[in-house]
């Protein structure tokens, strides 16, 4: 996910998601939520960039709500986890 600009971004991403759909194979659930990791955590590498590059989130956060859509639990705890370890971070 680093480079190639917004638009390549956005279509391997629609390609990863296509592939690994939970209508496809419910198997497909362990990869979706490790994918939501990876995409919270290049989120918050962004948003932590001197300056932040927010304009690149877009295709980011756009994947994100589709797999949250598909996984809906597993997402939640990617968040909470990636929170935790942001708070932990913070309080050293």
Same mark, same amino acid.
């Given at each position: 996910?680093?480079?190639?600009?917004?638009?390549?971004?956005?279509?391997?991403?629609?390609?990863? #998601? +296509?592939? @690994?759909?939970?209508?496809?194979?419910? /198997?497909?659930? $362990?990869?979706? =939520?490790? %994918?939501?990791?990876?995409?919270?955590?290049?989120?918050?590498? #962004? +948003?932590? @960039?001197?300056?932040?590059?927010?304009? /690149?989130?877009? $295709?980011?956060? =756009?994947? %994100?709500?589709?797999?949250?859509?598909?996984?809906?639990?597993?997402? +939640?705890? @990617?968040?909470?986890?990636?929170?935790?370890?942001?708070?932990?971070?913070?309080?050293?």
């Amino acid at each position: 996910l680093g480079g190639g600009g917004a638009e390549a971004v956005r279509e391997a991403l629609h390609r990863v #998601l +296509a592939g @690994a759909h939970i209508k496809l194979r419910e /198997e497909n659930r $362990p990869k979706l =939520a490790r %994918l939501a990791v990876l995409l919270l955590r290049k989120l918050q590498a #962004l +948003a932590a @960039a001197s300056p932040p590059r927010l304009g /690149e989130t877009a $295709p980011l956060a =756009a994947a %994100l709500r589709s797999i949250a859509a598909q996984a809906p639990l597993e997402v +939640a705890q @990617a968040c909470i986890d990636r929170l935790l370890a942001a708070r932990a971070q913070w309080l050293r």
